[in-house]
């Protein structure tokens, strides 16, 4: 009798792990949870007060049995919670058909069994009330798309961290057009100004041709970009823009080659074999910064 009172205790801690496990989880967003929540809670409060109710009632008719010295006061501890009763009374709660000499007994259902059997249909109902009738809560269909949606923020908040982890020793070239376009727009209004909108060179170097002052691979030119060359004039931009847009620039610097703009500024630094599309891991010789 002791596990029957603990019972509905066991099932509301373990719905109130589940819960806090969820909450931790960010689920519990959904309304649907707490109404459930609080549909578990009462279920739980009624099993207990039931099983009180079949304590009471069985010690009550055991106090009786001893008294009149009634059969059943023989009955163990598990016949009584199950409303069974003694084999010498069998013959009162056989039903009238049997089979091949086999006959049914006519056991009432458990309390207990009840409870749990109508609390789940109180559930059920509860479940399509809210989820079909009033759409309180979204269907599996619409959970889905709108944790797809959760997702997608993170990855995108993900990746805004991500991006201030890029430095010169694993900065790679970014093809994406977008992002070159917005590394465009950077460029020409943070380095036009010495080196011209089309990177055909002014004051700094010409950045469309083959020669490199600092070296011409995405690493190179992210270091150059990032802590600059103070002593020829070019500021050190890591404490103006972030590492994914010095990345950015890096990249459509490397997309400007061979573009020929008119009146290009002299070539300056050595020539790189292929350019400044040499691999982004180039193991060329690393001498300060690029232009």
């Known amino acids: 009798m002791k596990k029957i009172y603990l019972s509905p205790f066991i099932i509301l801690a373990t719905t109130l792990v589940n819960a806090q496990t969820a909450q931790d989880a960010g689920n519990t967003s959904n309304p649907l949870f707490n109404v459930l929540m609080i549909i ?26 001893k008294n009149s ?5 023989e009955l163990t501890t598990w016949e009584k919670l199950l409303s069974l009763k003694p084999l010498a009374n069998e013959k009162d709660i056989e039903l009238d058909h049997d089979y091949d000499g086999i006959k049914e007994l006519n056991n009432p259902i458990p309390v207990w069994f009840n409870v749990l059997f109508y609390g789940t249909v109180v559930f059920a109902f509860c479940y399509l009330i809210i989820y079909h009738v009033m759409d309180a ?3 599996q269909g619409q959970e889905y798309k709108n944790e797809m949606a959760a997702a997608k923020i993170q990855k995108d908040e993900y990746i805004k961290k991500a991006g201030n982890q890029i430095d010169e020793n694993n900065v790679t070239v970014i093809t994406d057009a977008t992002k070159l376009a917005d590394a465009k727009k950077t460029f020409v209004e943070k380095c036009a100004v010495c080196h011209r909108p089309d990177a055909g060179g002014l004051v700094g170097p010409n950045l469309t041709d083959e020669f490199w002052i600092h070296g011409g691979t995405v690493k190179d030119i992210f270091k150059t970009i990032k802590y600059g060359v103070p002593a020829k004039g070019m500021v050190t931009w890591e404490n103006t823009l972030k590492p994914n847009e010095i990345q950015g620039l890096a990249s459509y610097v490397l997309s400007l080659q061979g573009s020929n703009p008119p009146s290009p500024k002299e070539p300056q630094g050595e020539k790189m074999a292929g350019g400044s599309t040499a691999p982004s891991d180039s193991t060329q010789k690393d001498t300060t910064v690029k232009k």
Do not use: M, W, Y
């Not at 009462?42 to 099983?51: D, E, H, K, N, S």
């Not at 010295?69 to 006061?73: E, F, S, T, W, Y």
């Open 69 to 73: 010295n009634h059969p059943d006061a």
């Open 137 to 139: 809560a979204p269907l």
């Open 40 to 65: 578990v809670i009462v279920l739980c409060i009624v099993l207990l007060l039931a099983v009180f109710s079949l304590r009471k009632v069985t010690n009550a008719l055991n106090n009786e049995k």
